[in-house]
């Protein structure tokens, strides 16, 4: 399915209590995912946004979306998480609380796609605890 026509992700989407694998990897215009609509996928197992899809997460303190987007903390609520695929725009944008326990892979681009990737030091720490 190609997503990159979708400006904003469809709230119902937080309604697919079963739903395992959310792919927004080709949904480059996606700007927009509303609050809790990831932390309400309780049975997600893979979460695949990759690095030009997403980017506009909503972090207190640090280039703050003032409640209109998701936020790093609430995928924390994903107890199932095991794959998991974003980007995140600055380094001191991830909270300390920022730990997934079962993830058995990660794939995290730190820093704008166009300037050169980012190795956070300890990140393995900060994911799994």
Known sequence: MRCDSIEELPDEIGELKELRLLDLTGC?????????????????EELLIG???FWEWDVVGCDSTEGM????????SLS???????????VECIPRDFVFPSLLKYDSVRG???RTRKRIPNLDKIIFG
């Open 28 to 44: 480059y215009n996606l700007r927009r995912i509303p609050v809790n609509l990831i932390g309400r996928l309780k049975k997600l």
């Open 51 to 53: 690095n030009r899809s």
């Open 69 to 76: 987007n998701a936020s790093l903390p609430e995928l924390s």
């Open 80 to 90: 199932h998480l095991a794959v998991l695929s974003l980007m995140i725009p600055k």
């Open 112 to 114: 704008s796609v166009f």
